[in-house]
């Protein structure tokens, strides 16, 4: 989070102002990346040039306070994911979310472990194996800390379906963590 | 397990579904895990930056035919004003020409400069603009300069001359002008961070935006004290101005005329004698620059920043 100088970063961002990108990239790039890596995107870096190209040309329409457009990016970040979804469904190439594991990037740089015995990639390949919706809810939820009437928009679901995912999804992946692997 | 920004009931549930996520069970580790931000490395963020910053640049792609429509009804008014602009512009060059020459001169003085006496009092005298905006132009002169601690004093000064709640702005720079005393050699990003802050400040003020000019200051404020706990010597490929002797990472300061701005006292040296190895310096600091893709003028950063 930037915090209370937002809307002068904002500001700048607008016009093109180097300090005020470097501020917006440093803050939200990590979790955006994670975010994409998590739904297991095949180019992750390159998505991740996407949305903030995609956010720099748009900025100017934006105005917002700062979790509006944390709720904005994460919107895009979405919205790529999804393309991704078509693009290879279209080519038959991985018809099914199931099969996306197969190809997700090992993302080496990632083993920064946070106390557990689980690597990231690995917890990212449990995702996988949730459903799409499930893993929307979840990953929005905990990589990106949307609220529920946030993720609700962007997924353009009712909250209340966004909750019964998102138990759902936390349900199924405590239950994959309790089999060893 | 309190990060994620609640929203009341709407939260509920989910804290009731990781109350038994605790650090040390498995899903809460994996929560915790997930959240931790991934790291990007240095070149494909700059890369990222620089397309960013070219993107705001060349402005929105799409709605390019609704531009166009406003563009044309702003022209009926448009030429109204260029006619107005015109005669204002005509009004400043004759006055120009009865000041004459020093004062255009003097006018892009900096403070400890020969000349900038005769502008300030050309300003109290009301021949030229003079003004909060100048001085801010004047405090990135200084530094670019590697005059931060002046710089940030002179522009804290101006502000807080305005009031009009411009004090919590005017109190930023003047703490960060009094921690910045120490140095005398910046990273060549921070004073390009640093100067397009003021800039983005005097916009602000036109603008009459006094809570983002306010958190602008701020922000420079964080920026310098972030620079400054960083360690000594970032400029270690920084070459020495021989006329002057300040470091200077691009010789900017000294192009293209004859005498070094940083040094004009020193008079007319040899124009391209005056750098200690012009050629070898300039083209060392070109290559250190992040290898300057495609960034133009003020991209060539990367973005570490030291954010």
Known sequence: MIGPGFNSVLDAAKTGADWAWSALYNDLSGQVLGYLRAHGAREPEDRLGDVFLQLARNISSFDGDEGAFRSWVFMIAHHRVIDERRRLFRRHEHPTDDNLDSVAEPAPSAEDEAGSNLSTDEIHEMLQELSSAQRDVLTL????????????VILRKRPGAVKALQRRGLDALRRKLSVPL | MSTLNGNDGEM????????????????????????????????TASNHIAAALGAVRLGPTHDRASRRYRWRRRTVFGTALTAIATKVLAASVALAAVTGGVGVVANSAAPGDPLYGVDTFMEKVGLMNGGTQERLEEA???????RVSEGLELAGNAIGALRDGYEPAAAALEQAALQAQTKTQTSEQYRADATEMLRTMTRQMEEKQINLVNETAEQLRVTTRQMLNQPESIDDTSTTCVGCGTPSTTCADCTPSTTCVGCSDQGSGSGDGHHGGDDTGGSDNSGGNTGGDTGGDT???????GH
């Open chain 1, 141 to 152: 939820r905990i990589i990106a800390g949307l609220t529920v009437p946030e993720i609700s």
């Open chain 2, 12 to 43: 509920e549930h989910f804290d009731e579904i990781l109350e038994d996520a605790e650090p040390g069970t498995p899903l809460g580790d994996a929560v915790a895990q997930l959240r931790t931000p991934a790291t990007v490395n240095e070149s």
């Open chain 2, 140 to 146: 990135e002169r200084l530094i670019i300069r590697n």
């Open chain 2, 299 to 305: 991209s060539g950063g990367n973005g570490g920043g």
